[in-house]
């Protein structure tokens, strides 16, 4: 590790020479009392620079320019204060901070970040904030983020989605939470995102491949949670969160408090929530040509619980920022009952109907731990960030024991899991990363990286589909950013990282009748030798900003790439809910993607439009390829889909107009497109499975003048076009084209001193019935949740304690 | 400023020409069709213990057909996956003793779009342990195209045991 800092140092001070220091901006940050504020984050433009006050609120910059900058200071819980300034040597700037009151959570985006992304990322990227999250509460945090330009879920009932990334998922987005990516089984369509939405603080989704900080599976997207609030000095406070859904008569509470003494600060949050089966606007759903009946409109089973913890803790001194965040986010939900999967079962109506709220088979609970502890460093020109983190993914598979394929009539009582634990993953992750940022000069920002990451996934349970494995990745990366002229930004990175799986061989626990020569043999079948396969790649991203007053252009072409996941090298088992028997490629070769990027957005007092087009090659996307074959003594009966590689070719984007009517009635558009084909294998001239169909949504929202004790007021419409989809693979369906109402109102209220925020939200107000063609549940024809009335009422609390 | 343009409009002309190039691919699932003369088995058919059977039914695909196969199992605990709209009378809930069990799988002949299967399956009266069990089971039945689309049939048949008369 040692020599990787020296590495890193060097590195980074290759392009550094001796500049004159004599310029030197400082001041004292102070509150509403005048009494120093430690720990506020200032930030200088044009030359990206940030410190933290110390315990005396001072704060100082080292400058290597006479000339014009703009200071920002921001801390929670105060507004944001910012300063021109005209530094022609040594300048002293004291600024005071008044206080609003919020909760930690309702911190808005500093102006100066969403500028920062906007002009000085090559990148597209999309940034949303817990009040956004708030206001368009859905069932789960991926869904409530599927109103983002290129974004769409895979859904799984109504508490649970995976997020999708202008058509790419699973394995090809990576979700990192902290600094520190969030392993799950991705890879499975029948579970979601394990992550509590009413922690989510602030948001970013970027769009297009970023391997380059990442490492493997950044090829679609990132997700990328951040925690940035610390309370402010002696305070505790804290909020209340509590929401109401029609559809599924879901209940929820999230409740967090904070507190800060000195340097040292405490966040804490619990999240409950308690749903029951949500309705259709049908009475029965047509799997293939049997027709199952509903009770009431309800998904029979699909009723769901979280129970969600959060802790949060820290130091926090003038250039040194340590915190730890601890979570545990559990999960247990039904599945349709009158399908496991896509296999249609015979239900026992009187049992299941007997209550809405109930659980029984088949049911999963899913519980993930998560311990993270990232630290800052911030001297003169530098910037160090380490993370650490630790996480346990448990995923239990729940059902009846049924004995599919040759498994015994009935399931022997000696056997070392229970009879009715269909499939169980568990998996132990361990990951580190360490980043230095050094701004060379005015003109250049050096960032260069190390991360690693090792796996341990178990498995047990009656089903087999992937064998146990240990894995490793590790990487390193260097990422400069080049001021071309003040109107023009470079960007260049490369990276390298190497990767290591090792395939634990797993045999079945019942014998299957083998047809050899000397007749029928029962053996116990070998599903997964051992295997060791090596990865390594090498990946880079170029990019380029424009940026005028009225007109921002950006550019970014890169490569990615993912290491094959042990899925994909080793299936061999029969996926009983998709009559699919899957099996795996010990051959397969890292995927590569190459991507063009752009961005244009053109902005105006009153109009602004922006255009997000994106070309995408992949020389090897790892495919599940259907076959026509079938297989009797492996696969018991079931159609073959084997694991190959094609090359991909996808394109499409996004685009987004606000105009503004008057001053308090606002429009707006959302669009999105992409296609995707396969340009060889079997598949050629198909797509891929679960390409998103275009969409349009159009916007309108009323914004009227705060009123009496009513503060930002907000009432608006959504209309979104959802085109039919008859680009498909098989086993997929053709989806029809819809059209779904959304309606949304709310405010800040102030009783008193006690203000509040209320959320009022009409999903499918038309009640329409309408196939996504992105849900899980849409092959056996499961229609969309009906019309819901979501409420989201949160309480803000605050108090000064002793100075 | 101009080359951006210039790099736009051929990203937007090229997706526009693949568009339009795109061939015409299968996205039509196989057939499974019991309704000819002679099918066998129906829903709520029986078979026999000791007795082989022709399976018969007529396979089709707008292209080519791919393969089949055929699974019979007990459903002695009702779980179901059946896909038909009948429902059958079944036996009363029982535990298996020693299930009869069948899978295997067929090739149809290359360049077929339709296919009438005569297939001749023989059901042994028991196995070294005993004999099988009388009741309720699943016909299983998928198929393929060559494209990978495909239909799976769910029966619900008896197997009984002829009475010596």
């Known amino acids: 590790m040692k020599s990787f800092l020296g590495f890193l140092i060097l590195l980074t001070t290759i392009t550094s020479s001796g500049y004159s220091q004599s310029v030197l901006l400082s001041g004292k940050v102070t509150d509403e009392n005048n009494l120093p504020l430690p720990g506020a984050t200032v930030w200088l433009m044009p030359v990206k620079k940030g410190v933290i006050t110390n315990a005396e609120?001072?704060?100082l910059f080292e400058l290597f320019q006479k000339g014009r900058y703009t200071v920002n200071v921001s801390f929670l819980g105060y507004k944001t204060e910012t300063k021109m300034l005209n530094i022609q040597g040594k300048e002293t700037i004291d600024i005071q901070l008044f206080p609003m009151l919020q909760t930690l959570q309702e911190v808005e985006i500093k102006d100066n970040y969403l500028e920062r992304i906007r002009k000085e990322d090559a990148r597209n990227i999309e940034v949303v904030n817990d009040v956004f999250l708030k206001q368009n509460l859905g069932g789960s945090l991926m869904k409530s983020l599927e109103r983002l330009p290129g974004v769409s879920t895979i859904e799984i009932g109504s508490g649970q989605s995976k997020p999708m990334i202008r058509g790419l998922g699973f394995n090809r987005v990576v979700v990192v939470e902290n600094g520190i990516k969030h392993e799950g089984q991705q890879w499975g369509s029948d579970h979601g995102l394990e992550i509590d939405q009413f922690a989510v603080e602030h948001l970013e989704v970027i769009k297009g491949p970023a391997s380059l900080m990442y490492g493997s599976d950044a090829i679609g997207g990132i997700i990328e949670l951040k925690q940035f609030g610390i309370p402010s000095n002696n305070t505790i406070g804290g909020s209340i969160d509590m929401t109401g859904k029609s559809n599924n008569?879901?209940?929820?509470?999230?409740?967090?408090?904070?507190?800060?003494?000195?340097?040292?600060?405490?966040?804490?949050?619990?999240?409950?929530?308690?749903y029951a089966d949500y309705k259709v606007p049908t009475d029965s759903i047509d799997i293939y040509s049997f027709r199952a009946p509903l009770y009431n409109n309800e998904m029979?089973?699909?009723a769901g619980m979280e129970k969600n913890f959060h802790a949060s803790f820290g130091i926090v001194k003038t250039y040194y920022l340590s915190r730890f965040f601890v979570s545990r986010v559990h999960s247990k939900n039904g599945f349709f009952a009158n399908a496991h999967g896509l296999e249609p079962r015979r239900v026992d109506v009187t049992l299941h109907d007997r209550s809405a709220r109930d659980i029984?088979?088949?049911?999963?609970?899913?519980t993930h731990f998560k311990a993270i502890n990232r630290t800052e460093w911030m001297k003169s020109n530098w910037h160090i960030e380490s993370e650490f983190g630790f996480q346990h993914n448990l995923r239990q598979e729940m059902s009846q024991?049924?004995?599919?394929?040759?498994?015994?009539?009935?399931f022997p009582n000696d056997m070392p899991f229970p009879s009715d634990l269909e499939r169980q993953f568990d998996k132990y992750i361990y990951s580190a990363n360490l980043k230095a940022t050094r701004t060379v000069n005015n003109k250049m920002l050096v960032t260069s990286g190390l991360s690693m990451e090792h796996q341990n996934n178990r498995i047990d349970g009656r089903g087999f589909m992937i064998p146990a494995f240990e894995q490793f990745s590790g990487g390193a990366f260097i990422y400069g950013k080049y001021t071309l002229s003040g109107n023009s930004l470079l960007h260049l990175g490369v990276r390298y990282d190497f990767g290591a799986i090792d395939i634990s061989p797993y045999n079945d626990w019942f014998e299957s009748p083998n047809e050899t020569e000397n007749g029928i043999v029962n053996t116990f079948l070998q599903r997964a030798p051992a295997l060791s396969r090596n990865f390594s790649s090498f990946t880079w991203a170029a990019g380029f900003n424009y940026n005028l007053e009225?007109?921002?252009?950006?550019?970014?072409?890169?490569?990615?790439?993912?290491?094959?996941?042990?899925?994909?090298?080793?299936?061999?088992g029969v996926n009983y809910h998709h009559f699919s028997y899957e099996v795996g490629n010990p051959d397969l070769s890292p995927e590569i993607a190459y991507q063009l990027d752009i961005g244009t957005?053109?902005?105006?007092?009153?109009?602004?439009?922006?255009?997000?087009?994106?070309?995408?090659?992949?020389?090897?996307?790892i495919y599940l390829n259907p076959s026509s074959e079938h297989d009797q003594l492996y696969g018991n009966g079931n159609q073959i889909f084997y694991y190959t590689q094609s090359k991909v070719l996808r394109f499409g984007g996004e685009i987004h107009a606000h105009f503004d009517i008057t001053k308090s009635l606002k429009a707006g558009m959302i669009g999105e497109y992409?296609?995707?084909?396969?340009?060889?294998?079997?598949?050629?001239?198909?797509?891929?499975?679960?390409?998103p169909p275009a969409s349009v949504l159009l916007h309108l929202k009323l914004v009227p003048k705060p009123f009496y004790f009513i503060d930002k007021p907000y009432l608006s419409i959504d209309y979104k076009l959802t085109a039919s989809q008859n680009q498909i693979v098989p086993p997929e369906e053709k989806s029809k084209g819809y059209q779904v109402v959304n309606l949304g109102f709310g405010a800040e209220i102030h009783l008193k001193k006690q203000p509040f925020t209320l959320n009022f939200q009409v999903q499918n107000m038309l009640n329409q019935k309408y196939y996504n063609h992105m849900s899980y549940y849409r092959l056996i024809n499961v229609p969309e949740p009906g019309r819901s009335f979501i409420l989201n009422v949160s309480i803000p609390f605050n108090y000064k304690i002793g100075t | 400023m101009k080359r951006y343009h210039f790099l736009f409009l051929l990203l937007i002309s090229f997706a526009l020409i693949l568009a339009c190039n795109k061939e015409e691919i299968d996205d039509q699932k196989p057939e499974i069709d019991l309704d000819i003369s002679g099918a066998f088995p129906h829903n709520c058919d029986s078979i026999y213990f000791d007795e082989t059977f022709v399976f018969k039914a007529i396979f089709s695909d707008n292209t080519e057909l791919g393969s089949y196969s055929i699974e019979l199992h007990q459903n002695f605990d009702h779980h179901a996956h059946s896909t038909e709209v009948i429902t059958c009378d079944l036996s009363p809930v029982k535990t298996p003793v020693n299930p009869f069990h069948f899978i295997k799988s067929y090739t149809i002949p290359d360049g077929s779009s339709e296919y009438v299967t005569n297939l001749e399956i023989e059901v042994p009266n028991g196995n070294d342990n005993n004999d099988f069990d009388e009741g309720d089971y699943h016909f299983f039945i998928s198929l393929t195209d060559k494209e990978g689309w495909s239909t799976q049939k769910g029966l619900n048949i008896n197997l009984l045991r002829r009475t010596v008369n």
């Open chain 1, 674 to 691: 992409v296609y995707s084909e396969q340009l060889s294998g079997d598949k050629k001239g198909f797509s891929l499975p679960f390409s």
């Open chain 1, 601 to 621: 957005e053109l902005t105006s007092k009153y109009f602004a439009i922006g255009i997000t087009p994106f070309l995408n090659y992949f020389s090897n996307y």
């Open chain 1, 249 to 274: 008569d879901l209940i929820g509470s999230s409740v967090s408090v904070f507190t800060r003494k000195n340097s040292l600060y405490l966040i804490l949050r619990a999240t409950i929530l308690d």
């Open chain 1, 401 to 410: 024991y049924v004995n599919h394929g040759y498994m015994p009539p009935l």
């Open chain 1, 550 to 572: 009225k007109l921002l252009l950006k550019v970014n072409f890169g490569k990615s790439f993912r290491m094959p996941i042990a899925k994909e090298l080793a299936a061999n």
């Open chain 1, 360 to 366: 029984h088979y088949p049911y999963q609970e899913v």
């Open chain 1, 57 to 59: 609120g001072i704060y």
């Open chain 1, 300 to 302: 029979r089973n699909t």
